[in-house]
């Protein structure tokens, strides 16, 4: 196995501030304790108070983290978002307040968690359940696999009866969880059966509308990471943008699997449209951690300023069945991590040519909403030059013809004009298709092959 670092590429602007902008222990701050408004304070009602309508964060994407007590909601959390080993989990004391949790060091995964106590009574009548549900993203409600689940199914199916009837939009999740102690053939049976009781129980209600997306997790391996990732790309208006970009990047690069991580989390917002194998996420998730482990070894000052992933980070791995693992930076949370076979990579500098392109349309997507009128129709035209001049004026390459004259190709390729409409960031990603195909047909002239070490 080798690793390899490296700067290739100027920072896009508004990539990086200062040198140490990303979080030093790859954290996401400090956790917020809610605190109690209802009166009595104790057991029954909850906290609600500083987090309705109003609240300095009430605009944030809200995840609801609810089940019984001991069924792994505080674990979840901290081994997710604050890095916690899941053997610590053992020594947490059961929560017995709201917890807001504020992940707000990430500018693409930003939200909040409201960890909720197991006991807690959601529909006392000091309880203001509906300003609770009314700005939620996404509701997660977690089951123990090795516990009797039968209880817990009546707290789920009564617990989302009334949220949906406050907020039919919000995405329901159910974690089955703690399924490492279980066979395979148990965590199928389990699954199959709490999917079951809980759908027939909404059927019963007449709530066939509303869906349950079903995980079996557990914090000692990835699915945990994996069922959060899914979860999190629901609230992420810009998905399916993304992936397009994903598969239009693999698709002219010879690579197999891309994900888009948040890097502190390991929580992919984004891949392309081929399965998702378990496995190929693992390995990603692991490269993740040997970069960062390393950076922070090696790739700080002698003083111990600077941070262990920025601007110039890059890895290869190539591991022993001509599998390689190649780790880019996309901005200051995010990185592309590649999965692709050696012959792929022999063309590296395509790659990076396409990654470039690629980078710049995901700053460009996530730029947006402050550049573009909202619309689901919006149209705007754009031309797409290959090459500018020496002037800064968009140009197309010459090519070399069979007696070596220079022949421009303003004359046969016009300008492609694309529509925002159907893809944003197109234009950057048309460059790819365009390049990829004079590549292969030897149109690019040899004097723009020795000039770009990118096309080498």
């Not at 298709?433 to 292969?440: A, F």
């Amino acid at each position: 196995m080798s690793l390899q670092y490296g700067a290739e590429e100027t920072p896009l602007a508004g990539s990086y501030g200062a040198a140490d902008s990303f979080p030093k222990d790859f954290g996401y701050g400090v956790e917020e304790e809610e605190e109690e408004a209802a009166a009595g304070g104790g057991g029954g009602a909850g906290a609600s108070g500083g987090c309705g309508p109003g609240g300095a964060d009430s605009s944030k994407p809200r995840i609801l983290l609810m089940g019984l007590r001991r069924s792994g909601k505080s674990s979840i959390q901290k081994v997710v978002f604050h890095k916690m080993s899941p053997n610590e989990t053992l020594f947490l004391e059961s929560t017995n307040k709201i917890y807001k949790d504020d992940i707000s060091n990430s500018s693409f995964v930003n939200f909040q968690i409201w960890d909720f106590p197991g006991q807690m009574d959601f529909f006392d009548p000091t309880f203001d359940y509906e300003m609770i549900f009314r700005g939620t993203g996404a509701f997660i409600y977690v089951i123990d696999a090795q516990d009797d689940y039968m209880e817990a199914l009546t707290r789920l199916h009564i617990t989302v009866s009334k949220a949906y009837k406050v907020n039919p939009d919000m995405n329901f999740e159910v974690f089955i969880h703690k399924v490492d102690g279980l066979s395979d053939d148990h965590k199928i049976e389990t699954q199959r059966d709490i999917h079951q009781r809980a759908n027939d129980d909404l059927a019963d209600a007449g709530l066939e509308k509303l869906h349950l997306s079903f995980y079996l997790t557990s914090i000692y391996d990835h699915s945990i990471f994996e069922a959060f990732s899914k979860v999190v790309q629901k609230l992420i208006p810009h998905l399916p943008t993304l992936e397009n970009l994903l598969n239009i990047f693999i698709s002219n690069s010879g690579i197999e699997k891309a994900f888009l991580f948040d890097v502190v989390s390991k929580i992919y917002i984004a891949t392309d449209s081929s399965p998702v194998d378990m496995q190929s996420y693992e390995l990603c998730c692991d490269m993740i951690d040997v970069v960062i482990d390393v950076s922070c070894i090696y790739g700080l000052k002698e003083d111990g300023s600077g941070s262990a992933y920025d601007k110039e980070s890059m890895a290869i791995i190539k591991l022993n069945n001509t599998t390689v693992l190649y780790l880019k930076e996309v901005t200051k949370f995010l990185a592309l991590v590649c999965i692709l076979r050696e012959e792929s990579f022999e063309r590296k500098g395509l790659i990076d040519y396409n990654f470039h392109c690629f980078r710049k349309a995901i700053h460009e997507v996530f730029e947006m909403p402050s550049s573009h009128s909202p619309g689901p129709l919006g149209h705007m035209s754009a031309s797409v030059p290959l090459l500018s001049d020496a002037q800064g004026k968009p140009r197309w390459p010459d090519t070399i013809d069979a007696t070596g004259g220079r022949q421009s190709m303003a004359g046969s390729l016009a300008p492609v004009r694309v529509a925002s409409c159907l893809l944003p960031g197109l234009e950057m990603l048309l460059k790819i298709c365009i390049v990829q195909l004079l590549w292969q047909k030897g149109l690019l002239s040899q004097e723009l092959k020795s000039s770009s070490p990118k096309l080498r």
